[in-house]
């Protein structure tokens, strides 16, 4: 399996944001929303996102960002069993780092797009601009197809928001069945409850 692939896996069932104060009731049986990254939590960001429970820390400790001053990062295990997704967050100093000021250059960078095989074993993929918390975003999605048979399809989607002082990465994945429309609906929750931390 090549070494592109095995890092993309280990990314997206990758999952360390911790939770706080609950912020609603069940949105179907057996879930609730909390809200993660603000003061006081396990893990601090610059920003709160709203997810559904259960969740759990995830095992996957990969190595330290090499090339950017990365200041932040965090990994949830979202749901349980087959049904589980990845959930991820990296958060960029923008003073100590050359991620790009462009959001879409700065998501594709985190992606690997210089790769000499980038994007070999995509499909379904999408690219969009947009505005997310008042900052310039963009975001993207696909489906990546292993070339082993052994492997599973695993989805992802992903979205990227630049503010003068940092570079948020927020990403949603899985790999096991139905996960496409799962990811989807977290994926929308997410992005829709984005807020920075006051």
Known sequence: MPSRIRRRTAGVLGAALLAGAVLGCARGKGEHVVSVGGARSACELPVTLGIPTPWKKSLDEDAADKKRSRYARCRLELGTGKTALAFWVDVYDKGRTKTSADPLKALLDYDGQGMPNYGEYYGSEYENRLTIAGHPA?????????????????????????????????????????????????????????????
């Open 138 to 198: 963009a975001e993207m999605g696909y489906t990546v197809s292993p070339p082993t048979a052994h492997d599973e399809p695993f989805r992802r989607r992903m979205f990227a928001v630049v503010t003068p002082d940092a570079t948020i990465v927020v990403g949603v994945g899985g790999d096991n069945p139905g996960a496409d429309e799962r990811t989807r609906a977290l994926y929308d929750r997410v992005k829709s409850s984005l807020r920075f931390a006051s």
